[in-house]
Nanobody
Framework: QVQLVESGGGLVQAGGSLRLSCAAS????????MGWFRQAPGKEREFVAA????????YYADSVKGRVTISRDNAEKTVLLQMNSLKPEDTAGYYC????????????????????WGQGTQVTVSS
């Protein structure tokens, strides 16, 4: 069982930055690929970014590429999402997720490939 707790969300003006953090409880954290997804009101949950088990590979949605960086610290069992140049359309609940089965980019963007999810943290970007 893996428990994930997100933090770091908040209200920020357009052009600003936020850093989201996800703390995991898993003893074997390094065996999970990790992802961030977001969901705006009335919309489907969508992929934002993912990182491999070792952290040597990262993947981003086109909508955030160049503005967002995902990283992980396996010793601290945390995943970070640094978001810069935020836009009002980035407003959403942001969710951390863990996948014990997916190891390639082809599936890391697919939410059903993630077995564990956090409760989310809200990001609101004002114009």
């Amino acid at each position: 069982q893996v428990q994930l707790v997100e933090s770091g969300g908040g209200l920020v003006q357009a052009g600003g930055s936020l850093r989201l953090s996800c703390a995991a409880s898993a003893r074997t954290f390094s065996t999970y690929a990790m992802g961030w997804f977001r969901q705006a009101p009335g919309k489907e949950r969508e992929f934002v970014a993912a990182i491999s088990r070792t952290g040597d590979s990262t993947y981003y949605a086109d909508s955030v590429k160049g503005r967002v960086t995902i990283s992980r610290d396996n010793a601290e069992k945390t995943v970070l999402l640094q978001m810069n140049s935020l836009k009002p359309e980035d407003t959403a609940g942001y969710y951390c997720a863990a996948s014990g089965t997916c190891t390639v980019s082809a599936c890391l963007s697919i939410k059903r490939r993630y077995e564990y999810w956090g409760q989310g943290t809200q990001v609101t970007v004002s114009s």
